[in-house]
């Protein structure tokens, strides 16, 4: 990896980016994509689009999503400890001991989840860690301590933990959930461009906010696109590690490829084009089954207006929704392999229709 890629892959995954507040790594993301782009556009919540061709009447996205689950601030005592609830998936289990940054209009600010040693806790009052018990110190002995520091109830906390590699073959970090998706999207993006590679589709290049809370950011921006096709991306469980149960969440392994799901919002004729595609290139993939829904945002593309044809390409992921999310190299050159390589081959106009 150059180091143009790399320091873009360090900085935007190393950027804060809470659901709700995404901008600075929206535009850190868009700075990049930028030159490989015909035109760009934004929407009133922070979803970043660029576009190649935008004139083309038959539309292909390809997606992620840019934001990071977090919390906000919701009581602070008059001794200036703070209560926080989720932005998200956060897990009250992962916060003590963890630094974090409290995000305030004067910038951020330091802060610890505190968390009573193990000889002097209480088992009825510290039996699990949760809204009631997990607590916030930033080094104020007041509320009024915290005030000036510009710390108010609605500030947005996020852990303060960065991005690293381990043992060469695996990123580590708080979110890669799912900005690495961001990454990829972008790579493709730069390697249509410096391979010149002539689409004869628009494609929209599609960075959404808002997923970890509901599928909010790429709702809205389907509805807006009204696209032909599109191919999300986004991570899933690695269920080789203990405690997980791969009867129920299936078997997958990082370092074995791109997983491939199968589930109702998942367009079978789409499907089975990724995997003519990846069985021709040689590039190796799993398969996994939904029920019901993805729990993605393909289930907002598929579902948006009359429907779009939509697949679910997702990255194998350890430890989702923790400060140490792994993810493998490998896999994430194959998912970016199989996307590049189905929008090339991918003719205007291909009808995905069952009939």
Known sequence: MDE???KFLFDYLNNNSPTGHETVGQKLWLNYLQ???????????????????????????????????????????????????????????IAPSMRAKVHTAKGPISAVFGWPAIHVRDPKKHTK????????DCGCKSDKAAAKLGIHVGCVVTFDEDLMELNKNFLVGRALDNRIGGFIIAEVT?????????????????NAVQEEIGLKGATM?????????????????????????????GDIQCGKGATLSYAPAVQN??????????????????????????????DAFAYSHVGVASALISLPLKYMHTTVEMAHKDDIENVIQLIYRFLIQLKAGHNFSYF
Do not use: C
């Open 221 to 249: 921006i389907a509805n807006r696109i009204k696209p032909d096709v599109a191919i999300v991306t986004d991570v899933t469980h690695d269920t080789q590690s203990p405690l997980y149960n791969k009867i129920k969440e």
């Open 35 to 93: 030159p490989y782009i015909d035109d760009y556009f934004t929407d009133t919540y922070g979803t970043v689009v660029g576009v190649i061709n935008p004139d083309a009447p038959y539309k292909v996205v390809i997606e992620a999503h840019a934001d990071e689950i977090s919390w906000y601030v919701n009581h602070i005592t008059k001794e200036g400890y703070i209560y926080v609830i989720r932005n998200g998936g956060s897990d009250y289990q």
């Open 269 to 298: 004729n789409v499907l089975k084009m990724l995997i003519e595609v990846a069985e021709k290139a040689k590039i190796p993939f799993q398969r996994l089954a939904a029920s019901r829904y993805t729990g993605t945002d393909t």
């Open 4 to 6: 143009k890629r790399r």
């Open 129 to 136: 860690p949760d809204v009631d018990t997990v607590v916030l």
């Open 190 to 206: 730069r390697r249509i461009y410096e391979n010149k590679k002539k689409l004869p589709f628009g494609l929209y290049i599609v």
